[in-house]
């Protein structure tokens, strides 16, 4: 767990790559809110954005968990995955509602989390939270207090299914 | 072919209406904070998708359409750490949830602090 980590993080300082992804980001995200092509402007970005990384870098925030690149090839398939889930779950709580009170069943409840990095459990969390009907109230090392609308989504999420998935796309 | 993108466009826009409304009915009828939190994330997932998806498909060239894809991206970024910082002040605050039985009874009290 630990040596995994500190390779990352070694990486992390010795290949530009996540700079490069950063300001490659930063200056797309400038020119689609912009959309301006005279050069004094287009050097004004370029200037702003160079500022940013500078301050990013000071900050020693520029690392594989602000710029997540090793994620990106499997990312995709899992968000596929996870959008259907959120449909399927929404149309599950959109049905309670208009059913009313006497069909919820809220629970408070504890469960395990499988991963070992820190990234890999923000988005396990992120995700029950983005489900409709779950919601990560705390995450303290491996545990996870869950409160979730219907006591069949905890039994849901104890199965397991996004947990692996997650938990697949650290590795 | 543009007939079939507005045709699709309204009942995305449509759907969207209609989750983004059952989220509001939700937040005034259930019982406690926590599951009104639920009734919100449906406005905050697919009820604000669809909207999108469907403005998405009004405009489907340029860069509005770009634009409206990084709101749909940031929202769904943005609305998960919201909820969980709910949730956690409130719980660390000392409010807690109302549990199955109490619920569905309906006549006790919400415990709470």
């Avoid at chain 2, 209609?18 to 005034?28: A, D, K, V, Y």
Wanted: net charge negative; charged share 15%.
């Amino acid at each position: 767990m630990n040596d995994d980590k500190s390779t990352l993080e070694e990486r992390a300082k010795y290949l530009p790559s996540h700079t490069i992804s950063l300001s490659v980001t930063l200056s797309l995200f400038w020119w689609i809110n912009s959309n301006y092509g005279n050069l004094l402007l287009l050097s004004l970005g370029a200037s702003s954005i160079l500022l940013v990384i500078y301050i990013a870098y000071r900050m020693n925030v520029i690392d594989h968990e602000s710029q997540p690149i090793h994620l990106s090839i499997k990312i995709p398939g899992y968000l596929l995955w996870l959008t259907k889930e959120i449909v399927l779950a929404n149309i599950s709580v959109v049905k309670h509602i208009w059913l009313g009170n006497s069909s919820i069943s809220p629970t408070l409840e504890t469960i395990d989390a499988s991963q070992h990095t820190d990234l890999g459990k923000v988005i396990y969390a992120n995700s029950i939270t983005l489900t409709p009907g779950t919601v990560t109230v705390d995450l303290v090392d491996d545990r996870m207090t869950i409160h979730a609308l219907i006591k069949e989504n905890i039994d849901t999420l104890r199965v397991g299914e996004m947990d692996r998935r997650v938990t697949e796309l650290e590795k | 072919m543009n007939l079939f993108l507005e045709i699709s466009s309204g009942i995305c826009l449509l759907v969207g209406c209609f989750l983004c409304f059952s989220g509001g009915i939700g937040i005034l009828r259930f019982p406690d904070f926590y599951t009104r939190m639920h009734a919100v994330s449906i406005t905050d997932t697919l009820g604000a998708g669809l909207v999108l998806l469907g403005l998405m498909l009004q405009s489907p060239d340029g860069l509005v359409l770009i634009k409206l894809i990084l709101i749909l991206l940031f929202t769904l970024f943005i609305n998960p750490s919201a909820s969980h910082a709910l949730a956690k002040a409130a719980l660390h605050n000392g409010l807690l949830p109302r549990e199955d039985k109490g619920a569905n009874k309906g006549g006790d009290k919400p415990s709470k602090l």
